[in-house]
């Protein structure tokens, strides 16, 4: 598996269900960051053929679906979601081993192509007491780095998780574990439902590969502009 390079470090998550409105802000950011980031409500609204015509711009797409279901159907969706050559691409953990095998194995299928297969652990909406509700006993921090090893060890190339986890995790996973930070806020903005953020400066730092964005730089009057201080923030806080 291949390193992420510092042009991938920043992926910027299209949270909108207007393919439109996704397709102006690629055109904004080519060149600039390092992807986009399709997720449920973009895909939803705009299906395959929107997403293909969002990769068609040039800028990788990180398909952040969350597969979870029994193996057979998993290893079908991957096999589908090949199609649309996806950089990354995501299977929850919590599916457990089996599925995650069946993700693996289909996303072997596509070769040199191969996306990276990256573990949903633990939402960075959910904190103790939420995850508690759930009915999983222990911390956010013990359960992310139990489905960490779970998917290291069973074909998945990273995670997702918070930047406060990556020290644990990282040591927990190896150096060539990708870590996919989401929950990012430049130091100049509030956090909102996302409860365990961190500043883009802090997240490498912390360990993390892959950082996403959103509302800061999508919801930005010059997207472009917002993107470049994300970006100038990670290349200052070291490779």
Same mark, same amino acid.
């Given at each position: ?14 949270? %909108?269900?207007?393919?439109?409105? &996704? =397709? $102006?802000?690629? @055109?904004?950011?080519?060149? +600039?960051? /390092? ?88 939402? %960075?909406?959910?904190?103790?007491? &939420? =995850? $508690?509700?759930? @009915?999983?006993?222990?911390? +956010?921090? /013990? ?97």
């Amino acid at each position: 598996m291949a390193a992420i390079q510092p042009s991938q470090r920043l992926f910027v998550a299209l949270d %909108t269900p207007d393919e439109a409105r &996704a =397709l $102006a802000l690629c @055109g904004q950011l080519a060149g +600039v960051v /390092g992807g986009v980031k399709v997720g449920n409500e973009l895909f939803t609204a705009a299906g395959p053929a929107g997403v293909a015509r969002l990769g068609a711009t040039g800028l990788p797409v990180f398909l952040d679906l969350k597969f979870h279901d029994i193996p057979n159907t998993v290893g079908r969706a991957v096999r589908a979601a090949l199609a649309l050559k996806p950089f990354m691409l995501t299977v929850h953990a919590a599916g457990g081993v089996a599925m995650m095998r069946a993700a693996a194995e289909a996303a072997a299928e596509a070769g040199a192509e191969r996306p990276l297969l990256i573990g949903i652990t633990v939402l %960075t909406s959910m904190n103790d007491e &939420a =995850l $508690a509700a759930t @009915g999983v006993a222990g911390p +956010v921090l /013990g359960h992310a780095e139990r489905l960490a090893r779970l998917s290291r060890d069973n074909g998945l190339d990273g995670i997702t998780c918070s930047a406060h986890e990556a020290p644990l995790l990282r040591a927990a996973c190896g150096p060539d574990f990708v870590l996919v930070t989401p929950g990012i806020r430049p130091a100049a903005v509030g956090g909102d439902d996302q409860k365990r953020t961190v500043t883009p400066a802090e997240a490498v730092r912390l360990g993390a590969d892959c950082l996403v964005v959103g509302r800061p730089i999508t919801g930005a009057d010059d997207p472009a502009a917002a993107a470049r201080a994300v970006a100038a923030e990670i290349a200052e806080a070291g490779p």
